[in-house]
């Protein structure tokens, strides 16, 4: 399978605790993007990395929550301290280098419930 | 105002009949436009991809854009019971590092 592959499917935690996620993009996709999803709505921006490089965050993404990609492939997406606010599925995208404006293809996201 | 207003209302259509949905957005600035299909607990897969105004068909899909209304709209002929999910519309701007703002999707179930 060569799509966008996300880790854990699901994540249950107790509010205080931190999670991390796991981000595989489309193989030489340099462009990688985390969106959240809650219940009825559609995916809001969260952040965006071109290669290694952090170039946009979103105000929804408060000082508890860090997103990285050491080397210019997978990513990683961190909640500190999480609250029963953040329970979403977080989505993450990739697209391909060639063209800035090329569509982006989603992985099946992460679940995530705060109990 | 929402960048994207999309009505969420549950959609149900028999078997074969044509689907039919649509955005409105605010953003003079969008020029790219997308269909997303999203089966329930999965991520959204693109469907239709487009940019500026005009037609696009894809098989029993059809995605049209009219910028001067702002008004985006997805046709589904023949739909069948594998077409029952949530679409969503997605749009962006030319240069905005391609963030894509959605709408909040309509659920379609298509009953055999």
């Known amino acids: 399978d060569t799509g966008v592959s996300q880790n854990p499917r699901h994540k249950i935690t107790k509010r205080g605790q931190n999670v991390t996620f796991r981000c595989d993009p489309i193989s030489e996709h340099n462009r990688l993007y985390w969106y959240r999803q809650t219940l009825g709505q559609g995916p809001e921006f969260l952040t965006y990395?071109?290669?290694?490089?952090?170039?946009?965050k979103s105000r929804l993404l408060s000082d508890r929550f860090s997103a990285e990609r050491p080397k210019g492939s997978f990513s990683t997406l961190e909640i500190q301290r999480t609250e029963q606010g953040d329970s979403a599925m977080y989505l993450c995208?990739?697209?391909?280098?060639?063209?800035?404006?090329?569509?982006?293809?989603f992985g099946n996201g992460t679940r995530l419930t705060v109990t | 105002q929402k960048e994207v207003e999309q009505d969420p209302g549950p959609l149900s259509v028999p078997e074969g009949a044509i689907v039919s949905l649509n955005c409105t957005y605010s953003?003079?600035?969008?020029?790219?436009f997308m269909w997303y299909r999203q089966y329930s607990r999965k991520g959204p897969e693109l469907l239709m991809y487009?940019?500026?105004?005009g037609n696009k068909e894809d098989g029993r899909f059809t995605a049209q854009v009219d910028k001067s209304s702002k008004y985006i709209s997805l046709f589904i002929r023949d739909s069948q019971p594998s077409d029952s999910a949530t679409y969503l519309c997605?749009?962006?701007?030319?240069?905005?590092?391609?963030?894509?703002?959605f709408g909040k999707g309509n659920q379609v179930v298509v009953i055999p």
């Open positions: 997605a749009m962006s701007a030319m240069g905005g590092n391609n963030r894509l703002a």
């Open positions: 995208a990739s697209s391909a280098r060639t063209d800035p404006n090329s569509p982006l293809h």
């Open positions: 953003n003079s600035a969008f020029q790219y």
């Open positions: 990395f071109q290669n290694e490089a952090q170039l946009e």
């Open positions: 487009t940019y500026s105004s």
